[in-house]
């Protein structure tokens, strides 16, 4: 019977840590691969962030809903957000296993103008073959008081623009519809950007 302990056996050793190092280069590879997704998000570079997702990207929640169902509609979204200054800050990166895990700060200029707090989530990334395959998204603590509070603001938005006749057309979120919502969301602020 042997007893010798296995980790003393230099070729069994040798292939542990080929295969550790192995892991922990791709789990660095794959943590950069996120910074630098974010990073082009909020340089509104379309071209490198497509360099960096999987042909079939996604964004889902928890609950199953998708908030962005393919890569042509998230490139979209970024055209979309570039006219709003849209912006995420990254908090917190982590590694569990073969997925990066992160804590994001999402703004644009909806929030700035209506006076809306900033919304915080927790986003698990996932990858296939070197590239982010897809992001699931969770709600953190306190996330329904933050959606109450920027629901009242946005339907006080939603009031001003009826009662001065202000429409913004789109039917989804992309270059158009921002430009045409940045000019309502500048005339609004202006009027209520000294109330409390």
């Known amino acids: 019977m042997i007893t010798r302990n296995?980790?003393?056996?230099?070729?069994?050793?040798?292939?542990?840590?080929?295969?550790?190092?192995?892991?922990?280069?791709?789990?660095?590879?794959?943590?950069?691969?996120?910074?630098?997704?974010?990073?082009?998000?909020?340089n509104y570079d379309i071209e490198k962030v497509n360099?960096?997702?999987?042909?079939?990207?996604?964004?889902?929640?928890?609950?199953?809903?998708?908030?962005?169902?393919?890569?042509?509609?998230?490139?979209?979204?970024?055209?979309?957000g570039k006219e709003l200054d849209s912006h995420i800050s990254l908090l917190d990166i982590s590694v569990n296993k073969d997925t990066i895990i992160t804590i994001e700060?999402?703004?644009?200029?909806?929030?700035v103008a209506?006076?809306?707090?900033?919304?915080?989530?927790?986003?698990t990334y996932s990858f296939l073959n070197g590239k982010i395959k897809n992001q699931s998204i969770d709600t953190l603590s306190g996330h329904q008081s933050i959606i109450k509070?920027?629901?009242?603001?946005?339907?006080?938005?939603?009031?001003?623009?009826?009662?001065?006749?202000?429409?913004?057309?789109?039917?989804?979120?992309?270059?158009e519809f921002g430009v045409q919502l940045r000019k309502v969301l500048e005339q609004y602020k202006s009027v209520n950007q000294n109330k409390p």
């Open 6 to 42: 296995l980790y003393h056996h230099p070729i069994l050793s040798l292939f542990i840590m080929i295969f550790m190092g192995m892991f922990g280069n791709q789990t660095l590879k794959n943590k950069d691969l996120v910074i630098s997704f974010i990073e082009a998000r909020n």
């Open 51 to 80: 360099t960096l997702i999987h042909d079939h990207y996604y964004e889902l929640f928890m609950d199953g809903s998708k908030e962005i169902e393919s890569k042509e509609q998230l490139m979209d979204i970024i055209l979309w």
């Open 105 to 111: 700060e999402n703004t644009n200029f909806l929030d």
């Open 114 to 123: 209506l006076q809306r707090k900033p919304r915080k989530f927790k986003i």
């Open 149 to 175: 509070f920027n629901a009242l603001k946005y339907q006080e938005f939603i009031a001003y623009c009826q009662q001065h006749n202000l429409t913004y057309h789109g039917k989804s979120l992309n270059k």
